[in-house]
């Protein structure tokens, strides 16, 4: 342990900041909570489940893969494996932060990790490079994203109620079309497409050949194994 | 509440917050090599474009072309609803057409 001493800033006013900081973000966040709750509701998840789901879980897009396979027997081990893959960058995400709060006490840290998602952390982080130090900052963003998310599952899995045959709609490919804009919103570089292509070949083989959801995993174990491999990295050690 | 559903829901709980709580415990104990980062950071679209898939197999019509109105729509306005609109509407339309 490396808490050498030095406590950090943490105030009211700081989580009030961050808090303010992420409104639109949180807004944005709201309109994709909505279409959960909706795809909730037509997956059959019940108004507790989900509810219970986006106050314990809360990890968007995981929890959409999970949607995505949810049906009954429910294949409980890929599902949970399937949100283990997804949420493997949580594990960068908590590393990042490691310097801005060790100086706060395990016992506070490590309940407000919980609250820690892509969104709030990324403007926290904006905020922190911009000269920001107060701690109050990070939960403040990420509450910020908590509080959107939760509510606007909720109140979707309620419109989700209104919604009648989904096909009628062509809401059959709701999910795969989130997935689809989640992705090409993650684009970055050309280099990007090379996982993506493989993912989407080791996909196809396992989708045609391994039973029940697993062709999640292999297409994601592939993809990643690939840009593990060949990604050009920022200081080239091996 | 179903109890199936239960156990499900607690398991990816438990996960997630593992996840969120490791790399923060991690740091200082043990250093990520940049090769294991990049894995980590082309994950999620990996796993994201293995999930589009199936869809795309099964009904390759309407399904290929709602993704490229999807595609544009996202890449023009960065919202995640509108995107997922479009591709919708466009599945809709096409299914009007085709019947």
Redesign the interface.
Known sequence: MTQSGKAVEFTRNGVVRGLRTTVPVSLGVATYGAVFGALANQTGVSFSENALMNVIVFAGASETAALDIWSYPLPVLSIVFTVFLINLRLILLGASVRPWLAGMKPWHVYPMLHLMNDEGWSVAMNMRRRGERDAGVFLGCNLAVAIAWVASTVAGHIIGSQIGDPAAYGLDFAFTLVFAAMLFGSYKERFDLFPWAVAGFAAWIGYLVLPGTWYVVCGGLAGCLAAARFAPLPEETS | ??S??????????I???L??????????RFT??????????????????????????DEPV??IP??LV??I???RT????L??AG??????AM?QVIG
Do not use: Q
């Open positions: 509440m179903n199936s559903a239960l156990l499900t829901i607690v398991l990816m709980a996960v997630t917050y996840l969120r709580a490791s790399g923060y415990w991690l740091v200082g990520l090599s940049p090769r294991l980062e990049a894995a980590l950071t082309y994950l999620p679209g990996a796993v994201l474009t293995a999930l589009v898939i199936p869809a795309i197999i309407p399904g709602a993704l999807t595609a729509v996202m890449r960065g919202n995640l609803f995107a997922l591709g919708v509407i466009m599945v809709w299914r």
